[in-house]
């Protein structure tokens, strides 16, 4: 039931933020990767990523967790969105210091001054945090508002195990 609806989340996410990325494929069915299910959200093939793309890319990746939280309650939250998280941070630490996407951390490449390993910089953790936080409560807002969405898909998922493109389009709309 957690899983479906932690699926549900990243596809319906990406669904209404970002309409060109194809869901080919979500299920609940586990991968021999050790994943409970997989949503296979395809973004368009570029050559270059813009700011906005980057920020949908990880609410996507935060709606699984978003999911659980709204449906099952803070307590009840699960391990199985760690990958996701992985890809969360993966993504803020580029944006922030490789692409110098955000002010406050300028137009610099952080991996070079850094690159001793040693001094680690505990504003750009907090940056990180202040994000993800924003985005994370961005997605909360926007499952709430599409809960019936959210619901149809993962009785669906619970259903059929695998639903591909056309089904999900049919139910989200």
Same mark, same amino acid.
């Given at each position: 039931?957690?899983?479906?609806?932690?699926?549900?989340?990243?596809?319906?996410? =990406?669904?209404?933020? %970002?309409?060109?990325?194809?869901?080919?494929?979500?299920?609940?069915?586990?991968?021999?990767?050790?994943? &409970?299910?997989?949503?296979?959200?395809?973004?368009?093939? +570029?050559?270059?990523? !813009?700011?906005?793309?980057?920020? +949908?890319?990880?609410?996507?990746?935060? #709606?699984?967790?978003?999911?659980?939280?709204?449906?099952? &309650?803070?307590?009840?939250?699960?391990?199985? /969105?760690?990958?996701? *998280?992985?890809?969360?941070?993966?993504?803020?630490?580029?944006?922030?210091?490789?692409? &110098?996407?955000?002010? =406050?951390? #300028?137009?610099? @490449?952080?991996?070079?001054?850094? %690159? @001793? #390993?040693?001094?680690?910089? /505990?504003?750009?953790?907090?940056?990180?945090?202040?994000?993800? +936080?924003?985005?994370?409560?961005?997605?909360? !807002?926007?499952?709430?508002?599409?809960? @019936?969405?959210?619901?149809?898909? /993962?009785? /669906?998922?619970?259903?059929?195990?695998?639903?591909?493109?056309?089904? *999900? +389009?049919?139910?989200? &709309?």
């Amino acid at each position: 039931l957690i899983t479906a609806y932690h699926e549900s989340g990243h596809a319906l996410i =990406s669904k209404l933020i %970002s309409p060109d990325n194809k869901i080919r494929k979500v299920t609940i069915i586990p991968s021999t990767k050790g994943a &409970g299910g997989y949503t296979l959200n395809i973004p368009p093939d +570029n050559l270059y990523y !813009t700011k906005n793309q980057l920020l +949908n890319n990880i609410k996507i990746s935060l #709606g699984g967790r978003c999911a659980e939280e709204l449906i099952f &309650g803070k307590d009840n939250i699960t391990t199985g /969105a760690s990958g996701d *998280i992985n890809n969360v941070t993966n993504t803020l630490l580029s944006m922030i210091k490789t692409y &110098g996407m955000f002010e =406050s951390s #300028g137009l610099l @490449d952080y991996n070079l001054i850094y %690159s @001793d #390993g040693i001094y680690q910089n /505990a504003d750009i953790i907090e940056q990180c945090n202040k994000i993800v +936080n924003s985005l994370y409560d961005e997605c909360l !807002t926007i499952l709430n508002s599409n809960r @019936d969405k959210l619901k149809n898909l /993962a009785e /669906a998922l619970i259903e059929k195990e695998t639903l591909y493109e056309e089904e *999900i +389009n049919c139910i989200v &709309g």
